[in-house]
């Protein structure tokens, strides 16, 4: 039967990496750890510093039009003809300063962003979006071959922007890819955590992501193996495990083992760093998941690991109806998150080594449906961290009109920069050599390195 | 530690606190029914469908393993009760007397268990059912209904039509269960029916925007809501690609067919216009709360329907222009319903909730046939479907005659519910309002979104992957859940006090009397790991874990007594990788 997963798995095995006996889960861990060795040296041998790189995937589809709006008159005046009843008040805008695009402020509720752009924390990647290959309107409406597959679903335009391949056969993530080639090969400990669920960004060929809750790492009651009155409960119960002789089985038990082991790890590393006193401001669920981060990242040291990937997410984005009441406030909850988490970070000292970036699955219509929008293409992303030029616009800023040579119809934007040329300027902040970061992204020789650097 | 323990997660399951002393239990090990049960005034809906003429069941018995096996198919969980009488009647005849048994009602006990609590109601000031109550409502049925196949479909509709309390109707829970209420009386009927029962659900209405979509508007650039449009199509009915009869993608030029382009969604996008709460008058369309009726399908208002528009379908059906818009939504309903990849479709899902992640073709194929024609010419017949899904070759097959990438992960609340239902439940108070997020990571029609709670593409990396296989469910399942899974089996297992420990002053709302399987260890610990087996694992248990137990059992007698080597023995099986497996 050809399902999506036997594409994805016949493209698997054609891939450079993926020539592979197959692997039983009996040996799972170590054969998969053996075939990481072959791959590139080990990160605690390979890196002498400390880098991480932080992913906020905004779920739903984020009208960052609506948070970067030209301020300029004519180009004001014609946001406002587009956006009718969405279009935020001029008065209400917070200039954001800068020289590289048009005049842009964004909303009040977006202030603690504003604050970040201006004081160089941070910036702005402009028209983002999954491409096959760079293409006019005219060739893409010509050629629906170089459009991205399922454009406006939210599930596929996901996992085009987690995976980084406008395919949406592939199994991995371009976060879970950079993980495969600096993963070290003697602990069970993934160098990936998520606070934000279970995502594809962060999944490699081998490499694994640890699902970490804002409190930390689940721990164990009868199965502790902390208290001895457990050891003889422990002991039979492993070999329960042990007794398992299906794939299903045999598979929930490898992980249940694998969380006992990476638990204890993560316990140890993290006993040692402390919350900080900074306040995240109301940031909800999402400031929680980074406060959490923060402190993961100090233990970068006590846990050995040089290099890690985060996941974190905030959901809601998908403003069909009401999104004059939605949008500041979740643009409000990003502003505050991120601006809580780089104060952290300065407060702990390790703010030098964490790039943060957001993604999300779409923008939306410039167009609306009476009180919201509906699905569009390209959006733009935040960027943040010391190391980053902050206080800048990447990229090309469509004006905010339709009909226009960027709109590929009711206000969908047409991308100008690829998730490609995004990504492979932080695989190569965070060490990664050129034919890593090719590997990372196979397409990314049919566009060209960007025409703008991300980092000082 | 361990008190706080059993407080924290007796407020998940049990309920913590209150007034009140429970009564001298009874010794037995018979589900009791909740003490107040809602009226059942089946609401059922003339088919359209043709059925078969009815003819009696062929009675014939099976193995307790086989029963076992479909009561973890086709209820919330086995009971040794129920194996038996499914093993001497026959699966068969079992099915049928599903069919015809009193539906429960999730609204109704939503509102039982919001009206008996008062510290909801009283200290809390509320007016309105929390979450909890439709939640801890749900529960009950999927532990005591009579009707659990019905239920069991309903929670597998659920996660195709989904709605979530997760959304707008964050406050909405009484009319959440309403339309629970709803799928669970289509559970059994006609797949047109329900369809249209959700389009006009005005729930389903709030949460994907349908009700108060409006025609176009040119001046001020407005165009019709797509979101249910797009999502009636990709994940209700046909999906993303063209399938053949047994689920795989139709190939041309080595491609997927996709089954629809952005120009079909904007053509349904203008048929779902001009539809709101039902008592809606032109007048009244903005005012959105005065309007508000959650308890009767949305109604159209003809001057915001796009009625001047010509609307081109799936399957080559036009909607010309001037047609009207209760006229067109028939047409589009019809138009869903007769593509070719519904059967398929529905046919994956079912099979994935209810037996096995990775159906054969042929098994979806055969399945997907029913779905075409039920045998007297009805399409779309779902008793029909369910009844061939569970008496298909495939899910009967003997363990012996399983292939390997036979089975699933069970979903964590139904593994949660099924630990329960096999010990037998007293409950000497009301249900109090129980949360599940926390431990099993879903809640009924709490989803983060309407892609479910996990994708039924998903596979982890390692053998299934290689072996080319999804498990949907353990995309939920992470790290953390995992832990708390175990922890939950733990102290369901071996911290749940037995009747005979019951305090007095501390309310518990459900416990189990220990006392028969105390007499089976005492007979034989061996008797007792067969029942364990029997009712957990559906007689699955192969010899190094029983060898594995059995040997811990003889260790521990050392310094447990008889009900903690009971507690423990239970443990290692709810606790085990094989009780979170389904096969």
Known sequence: MITKTSFSRRRFLKTSLASIVALTTSTGLAAQ???????????????????????????????????????????????????????????????????????????????????????????????????????TKSELLNNTRLQPPQLFSHNDQQTLWQSGLADTNIVSGWGGRMADLVMDTDTSLPLSFSLGGTNLFQRGRIAQQYAMNKDGVEQFGALNPEHSWNDTRIAHYLRVFEAADDPFTRTYAQKLKNVRTNNTLLNSGLSSVANTDIDYREAGDLGDQLKMIARMIEAQASLNQPRQIFFASLGGFDT????????????????????????????????????????????????????????????HQIIMGDAIDGGRIFGHMPEQVINTVDDFGDGRMIPTTSIDQFGAQIAQWFGLGTSEINDVFPNLNRFGAADFSLFR | MKAIWVCLFASMLLGCGGGGSSDSPSPSNVITNPNTTPSTTPSTTPSTTPTTTPTTPIDRSTTPQDAAR????????????????????????????????????????????????????????????????????????????????????????????????????????????TYYDGLADYAFGNYRDLLEFVTLSPAMGVYLNMLGNEKPDEDNNIRPDENFAREVMQLFTIGLDELNLDGSLKIQNGQPIPTYDIDTVKAYAHVFTGWHFYGTTYNTWDNWWQNRNFRNQMVLIPEYHAQDVRKALLNGVVVEAGTDGERAMQMALDSLFEHPNVGPFVARHLIQRLVTSNPSPDYIARTAQVFNDNGAG??????????????????????????????????????????????????????????????????????????????????????????????????????????????????????????????????????????????????????????????????????????????????????????????????????????????
């Open chain 1, 33 to 135: 750890l053996q075939l990481a060795n072959a791959l590139g040296a080990q990160s605690s041998a390979r890196f002498n510093d400390h880098k991480a790189i932080v992913c906020i995937f905004l779920y739903g589809g984020h009208d960052s039009f609506n948070l970067l709006v030209p301020t300029a008159s004519g180009e004001y005046n014609n946001y406002a003809q587009t956006r009718q009843s969405l279009a935020i008040p001029l008065e209400e805008l917070i200039d954001l300063q800068q020289n590289d695009v048009m005049h842009l402020g964004v909303p009040q509720s977006a202030d603690a962003l504003a604050d970040l752009f201006n004081r160089g924390r941070a910036s702005v990647v402009s028209n983002m979006g999954p491409m096959i290959a760079p293409a």
């Open chain 1, 320 to 379: 069909h109806d009401d999104q004059a009441y939605l949008l500041p406030r979740l643009q409000q909850t990003l502003s505050h998150a991120l601006a809580g988490f780089d104060a952290d970070l300065q407060a702990r000292g390790i703010a030098q080594n964490v790039v943060t970036f957001t993604q999300s699955e779409f923008g939306r219509t410039l167009t609306s449906n009476g009180d919201g929008t509906d699905h569009g293409w390209a959006g």
């Open chain 2, 70 to 177: 479909l009561l973890t198919q086709a209820t919330f969980g086995p009971t040794k009760a129920e194996i038996d009488a499914v093993a001497s009647q026959g699966i068969e005849m079992w099915i049928e007397e599903q069919f015809d048994a009193p539906q429960s009602h999730h609204r109704a006990q939503t509102l039982a268990i919001f009206n008996a609590d008062d510290n909801a109601r009283i200290e809390n000031g509320a007016e309105l059912p929390w979450s909890g109550h439709r939640y801890a409502a749900w529960s009950e049925i999927a532990l005591h209904g009579e009707d659990q196949l019905r239920q069991r479909v309903a929670f597998a509709l659920s996660q195709l039509f989904v709605i979530s309390d997760k959304s707008a109707l964050d406050n909405s829970h009484l009319d959440i269960a």
């Open chain 2, 378 to 583: 009805g399409r779309g017949d779902l008793g029909a479907v369910v009844k061939q899904i569970l008496l298909d070759e495939e899910a009967r097959q003997p363990r012996a005659d399983q292939a390997p990438e036979f089975g699933k992960i069970k979903e964590p609340l139904i593994r949660g519910i099924q630990m329960i239902r096999a010990f037998g439940i007293y409950e000497p108070n009301t249900p109090k309002p129980q949360w599940y997020d926390y431990v099993f990571n879903q809640s009924p029609l709490s989803s983060p979104s309407v892609f479910n709670f996990f994708s039924d593409s998903f596979t982890p990396a390692g053998q299934l992957n290689e072996m080319g296989l999804v498990a949907p469910e353990l995309e939920i399942i992470n790290d953390t859940y995992m832990v708390r899974n175990s922890n939950h089996a733990a102290w369901w297992s071996i911290w749940t006090p037995s009747t005979q420990e019951i305090d007095a002053g501390h309310e518990r709302a459900m416990t189990i009397d220990f006392t028969p399987f105390i007499s089976m260890l005492q007979n034989d610990p061996a008797e007792l790991l067969d029942y364990l087996d029997l009712v957990l694992l559906s007689g699955g248990m192969n010899d190094t874990m029983r060898e594995a137990i059995l040997d811990y059992d003889q260790v521990a007698k050392e310094w447990l007594s008889d009900v903690e080597r009971v507690k423990e023995m239970t443990f290692m099986v709810t606790g085990s990788p094989q009780f979170a497996v389904q096969r």
